[in-house]
């Protein structure tokens, strides 16, 4: 049992390149999140999932679109990056909030983007 | 979403009780309370989570007042280890449809230092 696993770990653009953030998470959860970390701050949410083929933007969507065709995986994409992009990315999964027993959210270890 | 507030930083002695507290003020009546924390630049961990009863499980302790607008989360003897950034989240329990369902918003959090 993986848990939630990003790929890749670490990751250098250069402004104007695109990539896509993979999160893959093998518990049937139905959701998904991303979220940023800058340094010294908390966790801001980009945008999240309620289920498979659904898609919602969080606090800080502008610069990044999501897709969530299976619904173990949840894909975050940059399709210019910026240098204000440069940050760690977390990933998250949990079952439906009304399953009230077991609504934790299990976090990925991250993604340290870095663009130039 | 209601919104969180807790004290930037709490130090603590080895082995004595932490206590880090959180208002939400604004918390409705189907919103639950979680706290996370994060050790360095991992991925958040789930502690705990509660409506309106204290809760106790191996890791913590976490006591919501009566009116629910504040809550505590007790680690009961602290060790070095638990030196990390403690998050206080209400979150939308219940109910398809409701615009908030999914979210799970972080603050900025409390940076516990344990101290020996």
């Known amino acids: 049992n993986a848990g939630v696993t990003q790929t890749p770990k670490f990751r250098v653009l250069k402004t104007g390149q695109s990539m896509t953030l993979l999160c893959a998470q093998d518990?049937?959860?139905?959701?998904m999140y991303w979220y940023r970390q800058d340094p010294g701050m908390g966790l801001r949410l980009i945008h999240y999932?309620?289920?498979?083929?659904?898609?919602a933007k969080g606090e800080v969507p502008d610069g990044y679109n999501v897709s969530r065709l299976k619904k173990q995986n949840f894909l975050l994409g940059l399709e210019s990056a910026a240098p204000s992009q440069t940050s760690v990315y977390f990933c998250?999964?949990?079952?439906?909030?009304?399953?009230?027993?077991?609504?934790?959210?299990?976090f990925g270890q991250g993604t340290r983007l870095t663009v130039v | 979403d209601a919104k969180t507030t807790q004290p930037p930083s709490m130090d603590c002695a080895e082995g004595r009780a932490a206590n880090l507290p959180c208002n939400h003020s604004?918390?409705?009546?189907?919103?639950?309370v979680y706290w996370y924390r994060q050790i360095h630049s991992q991925g958040p961990q789930y502690i705990i989570h509660?409506?309106?009863n204290n809760e106790t499980n191996e890791m913590a302790s976490l006591i919501i007042t009566e009116d629910r607008k504040s809550s505590t989360l007790i680690l009961p003897h602290a060790t070095l280890r638990d030196t990390a950034v403690y998050y206080c989240?209400?979150?939308?329990?219940?109910?398809?449809?409701?615009?908030?369902?999914?979210?799970?918003?972080f603050g900025q959090g409390t940076t516990l230092q344990v101290k020996p």
């Open positions: 998250a999964s949990s079952y439906t909030v009304w399953t009230v027993m077991n609504t934790e959210a299990f």
């Open positions: 518990m049937n959860h139905e959701y």
């Open positions: 999932s309620v289920g498979e083929g659904t898609t």
């Open positions: 604004t918390i409705s009546g189907n919103e639950y």
């Open positions: 509660g409506l309106k």
């Open positions: 989240i209400v979150r939308v329990a219940g109910g398809h449809g409701s615009s908030n369902t999914g979210k799970l918003i």
